[in-house]
């Protein structure tokens, strides 16, 4: 193959997973809800996170726009009849601070804050954006999770170089597709149920035993490209169109997959089930819908 074309196929694929890595976080619930509020002419932005560890009480700042401005913060557990619990914000630095009670992993608290300035009262976030909503989870050691990102990104740069060999450039098609299998596996089937493990005490909430929509995600990448491989074989072929139409399906089927949200219909706490006396291990559902 022509080492132009070649450097040119890889630069795409490259764009493509720094595309479809950058949206998934984006969309996942390590990325804090942002916006701005306005006070006496002022913008602020604000930065609330929508993702806690189970290990301490979870810190919700927000900028102090002085003149005896004061906030309170609002929250309640998630998908329950629960009253919203009101906090006084305390003023720390040019902060006014305040902190939600650590939850058992895969509980969710709903929040939001009132601020109240000389000219009236503003809510953060706004009313049109809907409370902010936070999954705890337990710690994950990095020497877990690190290789699980790195396997999962592995995946999709091999899986959209495969894809694009299929349609452009023939020759290194096969070798890819195997690739990305093995990247696949290692990374979804293996790596993701032990990071999944550590952070929700759960390996697999997705089918059969349950509905976590991503893990249900990974198992649906993992059969296209175990179907591409058994479709395409080790040795080239004398007629090449269905190989090649199988790897371009499951190099589609990955990229919209990865169009869907990070952790959407994902894992969380039933407390109704906690409250009857069930461990929380025990009483993680999935299959919801997310905020």
């Given at each position: 193959m022509d080492k132009k074309k070649e450097v040119v196929l890889w630069v795409v694929a490259v764009a493509l997973m720094i595309a479809a890595a950058g949206y998934q976080r984006r969309t996942g619930p390590s990325y804090p809800a942002r916006g701005e509020y306005a006070v006496a002419g002022q913008t602020y932005e604000y930065r609330l996170p929508r993702n806690a560890l189970t290990s301490a009480d979870?810190?919700?700042?927000?900028?102090?726009?002085?003149?005896?401005?004061?906030?309170?913060?609002?929250?309640?557990?998630y998908r329950t009849d629960d009253p919203f619990t009101s906090l006084p914000l305390a003023a720390e630095d040019d902060e006014l601070v305040g902190f939600i009670p650590a939850q058992p992993a895969a509980g969710k608290v709903e929040y939001f804050l009132i601020l109240e300035a000389a000219e009236g009262r503003v809510i953060v976030p706004g009313a049109s954006k809907g409370n902010v909503v936070m999954r705890f989870k337990d710690r994950v050691p990095l020497l877990s999770l690190l290789p699980h990102i790195f396997m999962m990104f592995f995946a999709i740069l091999f899986g959209m170089r495969a894809g694009l060999a299929a349609v452009f450039s023939i020759d290194p098609m096969r070798r890819l597709t195997w690739v990305t299998l093995g990247g696949m596996t290692l990374g979804g089937m293996i790596l993701g149920p032990i990071a999944q493990k550590y952070a929700f005490g759960a390996y697999w909430t997705g089918f059969p035993f349950d509905y976590d929509l991503t893990d249900n995600k990974v198992l649906i990448m993992w059969l296209v490209w175990v179907i591409a491989c058994l479709v395409i074989g080790k040795r080239p072929r004398k007629d090449e169109r269905v190989a090649r139409l199988a790897v371009v399906l499951a190099a589609l089927v990955m990229a919209v997959v990865y169009v869907i949200p990070h952790s959407a219909r994902g894992t969380e706490l039933d407390y109704e089930l906690l409250e009857q006396g069930v461990e929380p291990a025990d009483a993680l559902r999935s299959g919801r819908e997310s905020p």
């Open positions: 979870m810190r919700i700042a927000i900028d102090d726009p002085g003149d005896g401005a004061a906030a309170t913060l609002y929250f309640k557990r």
